[in-house]
Structure formats: structure tokens, C-alpha cells
């Protein structure tokens, strides 16, 4: 059973930074292509970050480069999202998102998304 468990959010002032942490439980990231969504209030979902199944080709949206870096620890087991230079507009639900294998097609499995709150 792959079970996404993220942590991290919270309210900070903009400016300043988080790292949301997602531990994969049931397999290793090793054969996954993992990602970040976020779902910003009355918006609809959209992909942040995503790293590929062999750990490279790192994708950043548009909305987020230079301030968002995606990585996974060497075990493989647990995938970061560091968020710098907070933004009003990058508050949001922060979900992380696994599909075996490389990163086409749809994610089989989503966490339970944790809050990321950012005030001016």
C-alpha cells in the first residue's frame, strides 16, 4: 500500500521560506516519478514541481522558479519542496502526488496535502 504523508506548512510573512516534506511509506521513490500540486483558494489544482523516476530532469512551474527547489533525500524516501521568497499568492494546499514509472499520464497516489499560508 503507497501512502503519502506531507508536513511542513504553515503561516509564515511573506519573504520568507518552508520546506514541505513528503514520506512515502510502502515503496521507495526509487521507480517514481514524484511532484508537488497546489490548489490555491478558488483556483484549480496545478503542478508545481515534479522530479523524475531516475531522481533528475527537475521541473519547475513558471509561477515559482528561482524561489522553488524540488529534491529527495539520498534513501530515497522522503521528497522536499523548499519554498523561499514566499509570495501572498502561493498560499495554497500543498499536496505531493506519486506514479510508477516516468512522469507521463496521470499520478495513482496523492497525499493528504498540507496548508501553506503566506500574509503580506
Known amino acids: 500500500q503507497v501512502r503519502l504523508v506531507e508536513s511542513g506548512g504553515g503561516s509564515v510573512q511573506a519573504g520568507g521560506s518552508l520546506r514541505l516534506s513528503c514520506v512515502a511509506s510502502?515503496?521507495?521513490?526509487?521507480?517514481?516519478?514524484m511532484a508537488w500540486f497546489r490548489q490555491r483558494p478558488g483556483k484549480e489544482r496545478e503542478e508545481v514541481a515534479r522530479?523524475?523516476?531516475?531522481?533528475?530532469?527537475?521541473y519547475i512551474a513558471v509561477s515559482v522558479v528561482g524561489r522553488f527547489t524540488i529534491s529527495q533525500d539520498n534513501a530515497k524516501t522522503t521528497l522536499y519542496l523548499q519554498m523561499n521568497n514566499l509570495k501572498p499568492e502561493d498560499t495554497a494546499i500543498y499536496y505531493c502526488?506519486?506514479?510508477?514509472?516516468?512522469?507521463?499520464?496521470?499520478?495513482?497516489?496523492w497525499g493528504q496535502g498540507t496548508q501553506v499560508t503566506v500574509s503580506s
Open positions: 502526488a506519486a506514479r510508477r514509472g516516468w512522469c507521463m499520464g496521470d499520478y495513482s497516489y
Open positions: 510502502g515503496y521507495t521513490l526509487r521507480d517514481y516519478c
Open positions: 522530479i523524475e523516476v531516475d531522481g533528475d530532469s527537475p
